[in-house]
């Protein structure tokens, strides 16, 4: 059973760098065929897919952050990381981590940590 | 970006009553090629991560209940929840996995009446 833990601080201040970890247990992030996502949940509002990383390294971003995300792979720890910078108030929200399999097409978000609220406040 | 839009906003029905969410895509999520429809709903119980309950528009992920079922193709679906239980108490959205950015309808919650 695959599990996701993520972890970071939970107090960021404006213009700094929001940064977080999703520890991978029961998988590899160096499986083929998996891709690991970050989505983030304004405070009591919808979903908001982040970008993701595949083993390989290569990475794709939702435009909205207008390049201010970086996702990065540990293999040795397997975890991947997520860098959010500058980050407003606007960043303020659950940041969780999930999996989805790439098995002849994309699939959907199958595995979910259970999240981690960030705020963003001086 | 593939916009995606549920419909209500929030329903409240009685234990054992039928529930239906509507989602509306901006633009086909079917793919010809292997006659599939890339939408997939989820359940947010408060509190928890986003569940993965049905995907391909109509099969039900693993250990989810019958009572949850999924229809539609193209640009239009919906999400059943037959014989409502307390346990189905949370927010339901869909999603589209058809191509990046994946996006997410604004969500409908669900409540007993």
């Known amino acids: 059973q695959v599990q996701l833990q993520e972890s970071g601080p939970g107090l960021v201040k404006p213009s700094q760098t929001l940064s977080l970890t999703c520890t991978v247990s029961g998988g590899s992030v160096s499986s083929g065929g998996y891709y690991w996502n970050w989505v983030r949940q304004h405070p009591g509002k919808g979903l908001e897919w982040i970008g993701y990383i595949y083993a390989s390294g290569s990475t794709s971003y939702n435009p909205s952050l207008k390049s201010r995300a970086s996702i990065s792979l540990d293999t040795s720890k397997n975890h991947f990381s997520l860098n959010l910078s500058p980050v407003t108030a606007a960043d303020t929200a659950v940041y969780y981590c999930a999996r989805l399999e790439y098995n002849s097409g994309w699939q959907p978000l199958d595995y979910w940590g259970q999240g981690t609220l960030v705020t963003v406040s001086s | 970006d593939i916009v995606m839009t549920q419909s209500p906003d929030s329903l409240a029905a009685s234990l054992g009553e039928r529930a239906t969410i509507n989602c509306k895509s901006s633009?086909?999520?079917?793919?010809?090629?292997?006659?599939?429809?890339?939408l997939a709903w989820y359940q947010q119980r408060p509190g928890q991560p986003p569940k993965l309950l049905i995907y391909w528009a109509s099969t039900r992920e693993s250990g989810v209940p019958d009572r949850f079922s999924g229809s539609g193709s193209g640009t239009e679906f919906t999400l059943t929840i037959s014989g409502l239980q307390a346990e189905d108490v949370a927010v339901y959205y869909c999603?589209?996995?058809?191509?990046?950015?994946?996006?997410f309808g604004q969500g409908t919650k669900v409540e007993i009446k």
């Open positions: 633009q086909s999520v079917f793919y010809d090629s292997n006659n599939k429809n890339y």
């Open positions: 999603q589209q996995y058809y191509n990046t950015p994946w996006t």
